[in-house]
């Protein structure tokens, strides 16, 4: 786990992106964008594997899609084609040591969720203005997505974020019975498996893809504490950007989510002191859903059933620069 301060303050110049196709282009005809493969060098020397999906007509506003804990960005592939069918340039990825990101036996991987937010992040972001040149950036961030905002360098990029599922995930503030499963993944299965494996099986419990330590074990210590993040400031993290940033945000959240409920929503947010947010905490049975939970936001059949909810991360991306 690399956490040292010094790359902080590190530039993070056009020249690390790896432009090479790594599939051969594929058009969506359906929807008449561009899908390609591409490689992101971040600056621990390590390849992520991302998407890019360009409309046919060239956006004024391009996305970074910045996935949750363990999940591959192949998860967002429907929403992020909506995106550009919409006329928004997207760039989805996997976090080191995630899906095509694994370089690896995953028990040697170092990524952290530190080194996630301080150096895969960025370098997703200079890449996504290197593939759209000429537009304003933005990010939608799941869950750890939005949560790790605050260690990127070049935050000032972007323009507005739109951040679904994002939350402390203090155990404390969860509900029973949930709350005891929350409690021993987190303080049994943990711990157990990374001193027997060297990293955690997650998918074995379907909590997505199997995660590197470092990963597992910050993803516990900084759920066990308020704040999440906010929990290792002043001993892991020495500097940040959670206190700078001023960009404008809509955090979206559903009461059936047993994760990010409203509490555990307030408990993240108050930890960027000046980004203006606008928080909607919403009733899935308002919209004819069932469930919508921590991850459903993003599933094709949640949009087939009510449309609306991927139209607000339009309409909020529409707005401004």
């Not at 590190?10 to 490689?39: E, F, K, M, R, V």
């Not at 060098?41 to 804990?69: G, S």
């Not at 930890?271 to 899935?284: S, W």
Request: hydrophobic fraction near 40%; aromatic fraction near 10%; proline fraction near 5%.
């Amino acid at each position: 786990m690399d956490n040292r301060d010094a790359s902080l303050t590190t530039d993070h110049p056009n020249s690390i992106i790896d432009n090479n196709l790594i599939n051969a282009n594929s058009t969506d005809s359906a929807t008449d964008i561009d899908i390609y493969s591409l490689s992101i060098m971040t600056d621990r020397n390590q390849v992520l594997a991302a998407t890019v999906y360009r409309p046919k007509e060239a956006p004024t506003k391009a996305i970074m899609m910045a996935p949750a804990t363990g999940i591959k960005r192949r998860f967002y592939h429907n929403f992020a084609t909506y995106l550009a069918q919409s006329g928004f340039g997207v760039l989805t990825f996997d976090n080191e040591g995630i899906g095509e990101s694994l370089s690896t036996e995953l028990a040697k991987c170092s990524a952290s969720l530190i080194s996630w937010g301080r150096h895969d992040m960025p370098a997703v972001l200079d890449a996504l203005q290197d593939q759209f040149p000429n537009a304003s950036y933005h990010l939608i961030g799941h869950s750890a997505g939005g949560q790790l905002i605050g260690l990127m360098p070049n935050h000032d990029a972007i323009s507005s974020v739109f951040n679904v599922a994002c939350s402390s995930g203090q155990i404390k503030n969860m509900g029973m019975p949930y709350k005891l499963k929350a409690m021993w993944f987190m303080d049994v299965f943990i711990p157990t498996t990374n001193l027997a494996l060297g990293y955690t099986p997650a998918d074995k419990i379907g909590m997505g893809e199997p995660l590197p330590r470092g990963v597992a074990r910050q993803w516990r210590e900084w759920c066990n504490g308020a704040g999440y993040i906010k929990t290792a400031f002043g001993k892991s993290i020495h500097t940040h950007f959670y206190d700078e940033l001023s960009t404008p945000a809509l955090w979206l959240g559903f009461s059936d989510d047993d994760i990010a409920n409203s509490e555990n929503m307030d408990d993240m947010i108050r930890v960027f002191t000046k980004m203006p947010v606008e928080k909607r905490f919403l009733d899935p049975d308002d919209f004819g859903l069932n469930q919508v939970g921590h991850m459903l936001y993003f599933s094709g059949k949640t949009n087939a059933k009510a449309p609306e909810l991927w139209q607000m991360a339009v309409d909020w991306l529409s707005k401004g620069e």
